[in-house]
């Protein structure tokens, strides 16, 4: 766009990504001229870029391009991406992330499973599922939160249980009801909540 002054410099960057062969291909859109393909990608403000499953506003230099690039070839960069995002308060890039491609869900449990994983972050899994309830797109934790639920960590299994409660689903309901022998009664008092909450 003529009027982004940090513009030039990404597409700078994306070019010698593209030349080194770190990404496949590049497409450069004018978010003046080419309002249409702007709108439908979610374009809300300049510079805009997408990697893989990952999309970014603003200026970023050629090292931290180059990082993201080879994070979305990797099956741990989705993980790297949630909890980045989540950390500096940007919930709507993974709620985006999950509606685009749901099987990434299955990274929202994986953070739970990390020790470096904050409060905070978990806070934002948490507050993503319930803007994702209903929806049916967070069925990739599924499997992963049941391995949660029988670790011996009470924390990790009240949070799976947590999470669970914020889920749709037979699947969920059914991990919920075996939660209410849980020899941990804050497990137990979650799922007895969102048992006697649910319809099914």
């Known amino acids: 766009m003529p009027a982004c002054p940090h513009c030039p410099g990404v597409k700078a960057a994306l070019n010698v990504l593209l030349q080194e062969g770190a990404i496949a291909s590049l497409e450069v859109v004018d978010a003046s001229t080419g309002i249409e393909r702007a709108q439908a990608l979610g374009v809300k403000s300049v510079p805009w870029l997408q990697l893989g499953p990952f ?21 741990e960069g ?13 919930r709507a890039k993974v709620e985006q992330a999950i509606r685009s491609h749901p099987q990434h869900a299955a990274a ?42 029988r670790m011996p960590e009470p ?40 048992l006697s909450k649910s319809p099914l």
């Open 155 to 194: 924390r990790n299994r009240a949070d799976a249980a947590h999470f669970l409660s914020l889920m749709d689903g037979a699947a969920a309901f059914r991990l919920l009801r075996d939660c209410l022998d849980d020899p941990d009664a804050a497990v137990r008092e979650i799922a007895y909540d969102a």
């Open 55 to 75: 999309q970014f506003e603003g200026a970023m230099p050629l090292g931290e391009l180059r990082q993201w690039a080879e994070r979305a070839a990797h099956p």
């Open 108 to 149: 929202l449990a994986d953070l739970l499973l990390d020790p470096e994983t904050s409060m905070a972050v978990r806070i934002g899994i948490g507050a993503v599922l319930e803007e994702l309830q209903g929806e049916e797109l967070t069925e990739a934790m599924v499997p992963k939160l049941a391995q949660i639920l």
């Open 78 to 90: 989705v993980k790297t991406y949630f909890f980045e995002m989540l950390k500096s308060g940007k």
